[in-house]
């Protein structure tokens, strides 16, 4: 599988990074190589009927929902002002940005 | 006073502490000074806390004024320190990331909380590879972590500050995080033992998220005994994980495992993964006088076969960086961490995450976005999935013949800086034996296991001696199990 430098763009543009010229040739012959070795799970032909989408299932992981009540836990909860403060850019209370519409 | 840091344990300090003969203050003042004399070559340390000599001299004074209190603390004076990637409330935590060069904890985490309820004390945070990514550290935004066994080698990694603090006597044990071998591998590097727990049983609650299905918290310490303690103190349910194991779910996975006999262990040997090829002569001949060693101490060994096994680091690579590229998601300038201005919120995006996150992360998060793409999806995601599935069915069935799997940690010594740097999958390679233990997420524990003499020489023209590591893997929530045959093999 080779990457193509248009890919690692669309993909960075995808993750929200921005790459310079030579990172995204870089990126595209890392990939391209990584991609290489990774593609030996394509020999494998069993369980491909099963629908994992989880994995651990055959170890017997043990695995279920957990479920709580949708309360607040005040025994836990840091003092609100100190996670707006944690913020880049802040006034008072609130955590500030940049506006998204018209 | 002069303190034998080198043989020091928590027992012996326990001891010492009960004795009188030595204090809290009197134990972080010796480490601060080892960490004056050699951590500026090393570069083991983020950060050396201001307050390590107050937190130590509080713990002296419960000793002395509250002996009913400090009877219930049983890590009461305790020197830790942390890797960066986890929460101290009041303390920086930043991952060794440009990103959260300035950001301030406002909680603990978990496994801070136990420690702390238990007296520990906390004398600085560990650098690392950024967010973890990595195996030598070289990913660091602050600068790699030297190998204190040889200072033109690697200390390993990602955990590499946690395995190197230990090594050179800087403090006396350490937390790292272990994704796909970030807790062994520096530990087999630097000669010291770290523990893989089992996944849930250690809460991940404060820890900065890389794989969330593979992610755990372990100990870092000199002896398997440490590393048991320190496990017992930090592990159990927690409503703030709910990935964590409740005792119920532990009691039942031991269940399934109920034929151990922890006085009669039967150890298993991998044939097909020590015939696959780039194994370093020296790591296979330890391994065998390993096995030699075991067999004399009356351990039985046996030949088991994974045929999936080889698949592993392949999986690994398709899964870890599709959890990343969804983990890192949170870095977006705007709730915490580091901003650089763009001309409209895209651009806030695109420049923080561009400029502010280094090569190896967002080379993880472009290779996750790949394969979590639609048209690659089935292709990768779901079939590492299904393969994956295939590793544990065949694990499953090795247990019902051996107890415990032995492999290498690593497949070679500790590399030089800048070896593998140009290439990544050469550097992936040496995860090759540690990622399966986070793949199906069995517990694992790397012990040292001799040395190899080199025929350089040092500054000081001593031939240089690097430690290698084996690693034992054991059934779900048998952690009592490597214990066991870590504590049979260090003194056979």
């Known amino acids: 599988m080779t ?25 595209a012959k890392d990939l391209s190589g990584i991609l290489k070795y990774v593609d030996q799970i394509q020999e494998v032909t069993e369980g491909v009927d099963t629908t994992s989408t989880s994995g651990k299932t055959s170890a017997d992981f043990p695995h279920r929902n957990t479920m709580r009540d949708d309360v607040s836990d005040q025994e836990i909860n840091p003092e609100p002002q100190r996670l707006v403060e944690a913020a880049p850019k802040y006034q008072g209370g609130f955590v500030e940005v940049k506006k998204i519409l018209g | 006073m002069t303190i034998d840091l080198k043989t020091l344990t928590i027992s012996k300090v326990r001891e010492m502490f009960t004795k009188g003969t030595l ?46 209190q400090a009877s219930t603390m049983s890590l009461l004076g305790i020197p830790f320190a942390i890797k960066d990637n986890m929460q101290i409330n009041g303390k920086h935590a930043g991952a060794a990331s440009k990103i959260l060069e300035n950001y301030v904890s406002s909680y603990d985490a978990t496994v801070i ?37 040889d200072l033109s080698r690697v200390a390993g990694g990602s955990s590499g500050g946690s395995a190197a603090s230990v ?4 403090v006396l044990v350490s937390l790292g995080s272990d994704t796909g071998g970030s807790i062994r591998q520096p530990s087999s590097y630097c000669g010291v033992v770290g523990l893989k727990p089992t996944y849930g049983r250690v809460s991940r609650h404060g820890l900065m998220a890389m794989g969330s299905s593979l992610d755990v918290i372990g100990p870092i310490a000199k002896t398997v005994e440490e590393v048991e303690e320190i496990f017992n103190v930090i592990s159990g349910q927690d409503r703030y994980d709910a990935t964590t194991l409740s005792d119920e779910d532990v009691k039942g996975a031991i269940g399934k495992s109920s ?26 001949k330890n391994l065998n006088d390993s096995i030699e060693k075991l067999k004399n101490a009356g351990v039985e060994i046996k030949e088991v076969s994974l045929p ?21 998601s949170r870095f977006d300038s705007i709730k915490y961490g580091g901003k650089v201005e763009g001309k409209d919120l895209l651009g806030d995006y695109l420049n923080t995450r561009g400029e502010l996150l280094g090569k190896e992360v967002r080379r993880r998060i472009i290779l996750g976005t790949y394969v979590l793409s639609s048209g690659y999806h ?43 740097s140009s290439d990544p999958v050469a550097m992936y390679l040496e995860d090759i034996f540690t990622v399966t233990a986070n793949l199906i997420g069995i517990p694992a524990i790397s012990i040292p296991s001799g040395v190899v003499e080199l025929d350089e020489v040092n500054s000081a023209g001593e031939k240089i001696k690097l430690p290698l590591g084996i690693q034992f893997m054991a059934p779900l929530c048998r952690e009592d199990v490597l214990f066991a045959i870590g504590k049979k093999f260090t003194t056979a």
């Open chain 2, 378 to 420: 089935d292709a990768y995601y779901n079939k590492a999935n299904i393969v994956r599935d295939l590793i544990a069915a065949d694990f499953k069935k090795a247990y019902e013949e051996v107890d415990v799997i032995l492999t290498p940690t690593a497949p070679s010594p500790a590399f030089k800086m800048g070896q593998n």
């Open chain 2, 23 to 68: 204090t809290s203050t009197e134990l972080v003042q010796a480490y601060l000074d080892q960490i004056n004399l050699h951590d500026k070559e090393v570069n083991a340390f983020r950060e050396v806390y201001s307050d390590a000599l107050e937190q130590a001299k509080n713990a002296d004074d419960i000793r002395k004024n509250d002996p009913t």
């Open chain 2, 259 to 284: 034929n151990i006999n922890l006085q009669k262990l039967r150890v298993g040997i991998v044939p097909e993964l020590m015939n696959m090829g780039g194994i370093n002569p020296v790591v296979l």
């Open chain 2, 167 to 170: 090594a050179m006597d800087a």
């Open chain 1, 3 to 27: 990457i193509t430098t248009e890919e690692i763009q669309k993909l960075a543009s995808l993750a929200r990074l921005k790459l310079t010229d030579e990172e995204t040739e870089q990126y």
């Open chain 2, 308 to 328: 999936h096994i080889k698949y592993s680091l392949a999986v690994y690579y398709v899964l870890m960086p599709a959890e990343v590229s969804s983990n890192m």
């Open chain 2, 113 to 149: 909380a136990k420690l702390k309820k238990a007296g520990a004390i906390f004398i600085g945070r560990l650098n690392m590879d950024e967010f973890a990514m990595g195996g030598s550290t070289e990913n660091s935004a602050y600068g790699v972590v030297k190998n204190p066994n």
